[in-house]
């Protein structure tokens, strides 16, 4: 069961620019690594999106439940994959990472340049 907010509340936003070509490719990778993240026990929210006008990027919002559950996912063979991912099917300076700390703060939805990604 998922955890309230409070206290050492973590989040993590990852914007992902895939290569145009790669789209699709980028598409078929995050699929079963985000399910995999949204099903973690310390993962209190995972959501999705990607551009509206047809630009090939992806925003990724994750909440974690405390600064040791993002560490472990950050250190996690899921976290690297999507690196490797990234690093393949993106641009350059495509995998941006934000991290910090957030006292009861979701995202009630995507920015309006972003809509919800399809498979989720």
């Known amino acids: 069961m998922k955890q309230p907010l409070h206290g050492d509340v973590r989040v993590m936003t990852v914007t992902i620019t895939a290569q145009p070509e790669k ?6 990778a995050l699929v079963p690594l ?3 993240v ?8 995972c959501i999705v999106g990607q551009a ?8 990724v919002h994750l909440v974690w439940a405390n600064a040791a559950a993002m560490d472990a996912y ?7 994959i999507l690196l490797g991912a990234s690093s393949t099917l993106a641009g350059p300076t495509a995998l941006c990472l ?3 700390m957030a006292l009861g703060a979701r995202m009630t939805e ?6 919800a990604f399809p498979s989720f």
Do not use: W
């Not at 949204?38 to 929210?45: F, G, Q, T």
């Open 38 to 45: 949204r099903a973690l026990e310390h993962c209190l929210e």
């Open 74 to 80: 950050l250190a996690s063979e899921s976290f690297h």
């Open 110 to 115: 995507l920015p309006p340049q972003f809509q």
């Open 52 to 59: 509206l006008e047809g630009q090939p990027r992806f925003l």
């Open 34 to 36: 985000l399910a995999e």
């Open 98 to 100: 934000n991290t910090g």
């Open 23 to 28: 789209r699709a490719e980028l598409t078929q």
